[in-house]
């Protein structure tokens, strides 16, 4: 499982025209599923997606997490994060979990962080074709593997 994270002054996601996401400052995720995760990689990403430390202290440094700050979290399934790009000028995928797989999974995953985060926990719509916008802060930007 993979997780970009991004911190944002806001984030929102759209499908047709009708938002169906939407946090004010926090983190924005987007996050490939891969063969084989299951509900070990959900319980890390939850883990590192609530406790990754990327929002400034009293002195400026990267020393608070989304679980500090009670920010929110938007989580967008995105497979193309999963794609194998090693070589070739086409993206192949598959390195991406199949989709019922998937589903069921990022479903997991975002139950979880909405059962262990006290702040806002949004999502896009799975499979769904999305426009996803957002302000990123800093630009402060992760990669993150459970």
């Known amino acids: 499982m993979l997780s970009l994270i991004q ?13 169906v996401g939407r946090i004010d400052a926090g983190l924005l995720a987007l996050v490939g599923i891969e063969p084989g995760d299951g509900q070990t990689q959900v319980g890390r990403m939850a883990t590192r997606l609530l406790g990754y430390r990327v929002f ?3 002195e400026g440094r990267m020393n608070r997490s989304l679980a500090d700050t009670g920010g929110g979290l938007l989580l967008v399934s995105q497979f193309t994060l999963a794609a194998d790009t090693r070589s070739g000028m086409r993206p192949g995928f598959s390195t991406a979990a ?14 979880e962080c909405r059962a262990r985060h006290a702040g806002p926990v949004a ?18 930007t992760f990669l993150l593997r459970a």
Do not use: C, I, K, Y
């Not at 999502?123 to 402060?140: E, I, K, T």
């Open 98 to 111: 199949a989709p019922d797989v998937a589903t069921r999974v990022f479903d997991l995953l975002l139950a």
């Open 56 to 58: 400034a202290d009293g």
């Open 123 to 140: 999502s896009g719509r799975f499979g769904a074709h999305m426009q996803v916008a957002l302000v990123n802060d800093g630009p402060v």
């Open 7 to 19: 911190r944002v002054t806001q984030a929102s996601v759209s499908v047709d025209g009708e938002d």
